[in-house]
């Protein structure tokens, strides 16, 4: 017998988020990105939908008979960090300002690395997100430096 293929069309990743509140996260990852709410289960957890990927929050759990010995909790060191959600963006500098305006908390303003512009912020359980921007050496050390000085306070 032949080995099935994986992964098949129809296979989708969803991201899960262990969180402590639903509803403030709901309202970060809904107000403050701007993902889509696309649906909700008694209380316990969120889909959305964010730039065509799926994204799940779910508060925490222990163990259950198809996963006995796991247990769901949100981070409880938010300074450790064992993955993070990076979204690609044209540009860094406007991004965060946008979400800057809309309550995301920054740990620096962008910062430019040469091939690549990029900055974290946390949502409100402490999940580390990057907007970060790559740089095509054909762009102009003029125009970095003018998108620079507009960061300046």
Known sequence: MAPAQFPTEG????????VSDLERSRH???????????????????????????????????????????????PQDPDTVSHELTLRVPDCYAA????????????????????????????PDGHLLEISQAISSSLCHSRRGSLRKEMTP
């Open 11 to 18: 296979v989708v990743l969803t991201h899960l988020l262990v």
């Open 28 to 74: 970060f990852y809904r107000d403050v990105l701007g993902a889509s709410v696309y649906r909700e289960y008694g209380g316990t957890s969120c889909v959305l939908l964010f730039q065509g990927s799926w994204l799940l929050l779910v508060t925490g759990g222990g163990p259950t008979k198809d996963k006995p010995s796991v247990t769901f909790a949100p």
């Open 96 to 123: 965060y300002q946008t979400l800057k305006s809309r309550g995301a908390l920054f740990l620096t303003p962008p910062v430019d690395w040469g091939g690549e512009i990029r900055c974290f912020f946390r949502d």
